[in-house]
């Protein structure tokens, strides 16, 4: 089982709708991520926290809204998304190594499917 | 920026055989490189990673090279089993910028 937990595992929302994906890790890593991986592609890096602020955003829409409440808990929330957003959302995590963020293993969750319709 | 090329896109093998994924990457700095294997429904785990200052790395029937000077390294997997089909993805990262994936090679381990 992954130490990266991901909630909901599923989600189906119309384009209307608002909703909330949850990620949650206790290994006190300081970096934590969201990435968008579509059907056959590799993961799409989305945000980046580091030490609870963001300090990487990919030029994502603003109908995705990242948040990192504390250091073990990080949410996108989602707004007036369409149909071509429907994928799979994976958070991760990753400890800061030598004063670098990135040069160490990225935990990922199991991701939420989302579907747009 | 930092561009990471997979070579093949899907791979068959027969059980017992050997599997060998390359990728090659372009930017100097890099100097971490790990391995990852994504299973159906799934997110991707860490299976091996290296560092610039070693040049090759095992772990049981996995193994990883790295050619620094051919900015190339490779994800060497003997005897293969069926569990071990996926879809493996290798990355690079200068460790100031974040990791850059491969597309991704289908393994298909046939019994």
Known sequence: DTEVTQTPKHLVMGMTN???????????????YWYKQKAKKPPELMFVYSYEKLSINESVPSRFSPECPNSSL??????????EDSALY???????????????????????????? | ??????????LSVQEGDSAVIKCTYSDSASNYFPWYKQELGKGPQLIIDIRSNVGEKKDQRIAVTLNKTAKHFSLHITETQPEDSAVYFCAASSGNTPLVFGKGTRLSVIA
């Open chain 1, 18 to 32: 608002k909703k909330s994906l949850k990620c949650e890790q206790h290994m006190g890593h300081r970096a934590m």
């Open chain 2, 1 to 10: 920026g930092e561009n990471v090329e997979q070579h093949p896109s899907t």
């Open chain 1, 90 to 117: 994976l958070c991760a995590s990753s400890q800061e190594r030598g004063g670098n963020t990135y040069n160490s293993p990225l935990h990922f969750g199991n991701g939420t499917r989302l579907t747009v319709t």
């Open chain 1, 74 to 83: 990080l949410n996108l929330h989602l707004h007036a998304l369409q149909p």
